[in-house]
Each structure stands twice: as structure tokens, then as C-alpha cells.
């Protein structure tokens, strides 16, 4: 019988520690722990990509928004420093006002 509540008892805690998860999951990340968040590599090469087009093309493009919503807060700063220092046989480099623009996009993206 002692075993028996003991199983229960380890049952029950499993199940309560799977519903506290379920709910972070469910729930919105705070500013620190989207900053925890990175995205992956391969995606801030396919934001870097899109953005030689420069940031007038991109509104038309969701992919391209949708990459930068996925930023941390040191892959941005990362990305920003790329777009400041483009050569010129890859993309005109970007101007401060474009990248503080991107900046603000970024910011209104993560809510």
C-alpha cells in the first residue's frame, strides 16, 4: 500500500510539473527570455540575403519580416553591422537612418 501512494504521489508531481510546462509554453515569453531566444544561423544568413534589396522592399516581404521578428537582441546588432558595412559588389552598405528604421521594425515586431 506504502508503494502504491508513493507511485501516486510521483505521478501526481509528474503531472503538475507537465502542466507548468505546458503553460510556459503556451505563454508569452518575457523581453529577457525572448533575448535567450536565437534564431538559428541559417535564418539570419536568409535575413542578411533579403535585406540587400534594401529596407523599402521590405514590407513587401514576410519571409523577410518574419526572419527579423526571430532575432535576438545581439543577432540584430550583429545584422545591423553587416548592413552598415556591405560591400559594394554585394549590396549598396545601408545608411544609420535605414538601420534605426530596421530597428524600430524589429522592435514593433516583438511587441
Known amino acids: 500500500m506504502k508503494t502504491k ?3 501516486l504521489s510521483v ?3 509528474q503531472q503538475g510539473e507537465q502542466k507548468k510546462q505546458a503553460l510556459r509554453r503556451n505563454s508569452i515569453p518575457s523581453p529577457e527570455e ?3 531566444r ?3 544561423a541559417l535564418t539570419v ?3 542578411v540575403f533579403g535585406l540587400r534589396d534594401g529596407i523599402e522592399a521590405l ?3 514576410p519571409d523577410t519580416l518574419r526572419r527579423l521578428s526571430e532575432l535576438s537582441e545581439e543577432q540584430l546588432r550583429a545584422v545591423c553591422e553587416r548592413l552598415l558595412n556591405f560591400k559594394s559588389h554585394i549590396a549598396p552598405a545601408w545608411s544609420a ?3 534605426r528604421a530596421l530597428v524600430d521594425i524589429w522592435s514593433a515586431s516583438r511587441g
Open 45 to 47: 544568413e536568409a535575413l
Open 11 to 13: 505521478s501526481e508531481q
Open 34 to 36: 525572448q533575448n535567450l
Open 97 to 99: 537612418e535605414e538601420v
Open 38 to 40: 536565437r534564431a538559428p
Open 59 to 61: 514590407p513587401a516581404n
Open 5 to 7: 501512494n508513493a507511485l
